[in-house]
């Protein structure tokens, strides 16, 4: 079935995204620079066109968007939730607490990016990718942390998860 597996647009913006993370963490302390990364984030269509595939179907009735591949990943490390009766019956997971304390703190220790645009959600990314208020390292590759921030940032702060 077309567009279940990887290459939904959600889940490939998301990858592309991981891909200007990875070689943005990968430059000299003294290259990334905010110029360097919004250069990065707004050619990422079309200098990031490999993604790598979906190892999962997108499930829980969600559509084949950011959107819905991020509120998909947000209940996979926001709760035990069931996905077919929708009810919580645990905790969130300490990646998806520690992601949402994250976001608080750096908005608290930062001026505030407002705006819903492309660049805006650039720029809070890059803000994340930077500060010295959160713990360094934590977003690795691979890491749950960094799965959920992917999902974040690849579907704007509209659909960022606030709470469990």
Not at 32 to 49: E, G, P
Not at 105 to 120: C, E, F
Not at 144 to 161: D, K, M, R
């Amino acid at each position: 079935m077309p567009g279940q597996w990887g290459g939904s647009s959600g889940y490939t913006s998301a990858s592309r995204i991981r891909s200007i993370v990875e070689h943005f963490l990968a430059l000299p302390t003294a290259s990334q620079t905010s110029a360097r990364f919004a250069d990065m984030w707004s050619s990422r269509a079309v200098t990031f066109l490999d993604v790598e595939d979906l190892t999962y179907i997108v499930g829980g009735g969600e559509g084949n968007t950011a959107a819905g591949w991020s509120s998909y990943v947000y209940r996979l490390y926001g709760s035990t939730r069931n996905t077919s009766s929708g009810t919580v019956r645990g905790l969130s997971d300490q990646p998806y607490r520690e992601f949402l304390t994250d976001r608080t703190d750096l908005q608290a220790a930062t001026s505030a990016i407002s705006g819903v645009t492309d660049v805006a959600q650039g720029q809070r990314l890059y803000q994340f990718l930077v500060s010295t208020v959160i713990a360094a390292g934590r977003y690795t590759r691979g890491s749950p942390h960094q799965e959920i921030l992917l999902a974040w940032a690849a579907s704007g702060s509209s659909a960022a998860p606030s709470s469990v």
